[in-house]
T-cell receptor, first 115, second 114 residues
Framework: DTEVTQTPKHLVMGMTNKKSLKCEQH?????MYWYKQKAKKPPELMFV???????INESVPSRFSPECPNSSLLNLHLHALQPEDSALYLC??????????????FGQGTRLTVV | AQSVAQPEDQVNVAEGNPLTVKCTYS??????LFWYVQYPNRGLQFLLK??????LVKGSYGFEAEFNKSQTSFHLKKPSALVSDSALYFC????????????FGKGTRLHILP
């Protein structure tokens, strides 16, 4: 199983809503990532978890709140988003950090629209 | 800081012809280089990687990449292009100085013309 599963696939939310994006992998990977991708642009790193601890926060606004409840799950909690936050949100996982040469496996993404 | 550059926004190739998508890198230490492909409204799919060893790396879907240390390049190649290869291609590098953060190039859109 080399799959990273993200739910939901599509999400429309108002600026006052609270919602969560979910990501799951069963490859035994210990590093998990959240990326934001705008149309025709490369993914931008938001957060990295290593062994369920937050390793990197790329100065992401507090309206995005990550959570890693266990080694297989990664959530991204959303609150009071802005229309400019509309994007494709990608989750990824890799074996772990510190080995350099390990590839990351990406989910299909959640297409988020903020209205 | 580690970085990769993709000099072409778009590459057009006729079906059946060989294709090359260019990538150059700037790293300190050993380079860990990757190619990913993205189809519309989908996530990224891993194609291949270079860690060490042979300079010619073979990957998924008939793609290969040539690591050239003297030219600091890692170009993606395929001997015979298919229309289904049309997609967005990203070169990437692991930043081993910062928790193995993955850094992507800007991407190159590949159009295979029937």
């Amino acid at each position: 199983d080399t799959e990273v599963t993200q739910t939901p696939k599509h999400l429309v939310m108002g600026m006052t809503n609270k919602k969560s994006l979910k990501c799951e992998q069963h490859m035994g990977h210990r590093a998990m990532y959240w990326y934001k991708q705008k149309a025709k642009k490369p993914p931008e790193l938001m957060f990295v978890y290593s062994y369920e601890k937050l390793s990197i926060n790329e100065s992401v606004p507090s309206r995005f709140s990550p959570e890693c409840p266990n080694s297989s799950l990664l959530n991204l909690h959303l609150h009071a988003l802005q229309p400019e936050d509309s994007a494709l949100y990608l989750c990824a996982s890799s074996q772990d950090l510190g080995r350099g040469g390990t590839e990351a496996f990406f989910g299909q993404g959640t297409r988020l629209t903020v209205v | 800081a580690q970085s990769v550059a993709q000099p072409e926004d778009q590459v057009n190739v006729a079906e059946g012809n060989p294709l090359t998508v260019k990538c150059t890198y700037s790293v300190s230490g050993n380079p860990y280089l990757f190619w990913y492909v993205q189809y519309p409204n989908r996530g990224l799919q891993f194609l291949l990687k270079y860690i060490t060893g042979d300079n010619l790396v073979k990957g998924s879907y008939g793609f290969e990449a040539e690591f050239n240390k003297s030219q600091t390049s890692f170009h993606l190649k395929k001997p015979s292009a298919l229309v289904s290869d049309s997609a967005l291609y990203f070169c990437a590098v692991r930043d081993t100085n910062r928790d193995d953060k993955i850094i992507f190039g800007k991407g190159t859109r590949l159009h295979i013309l029937p």
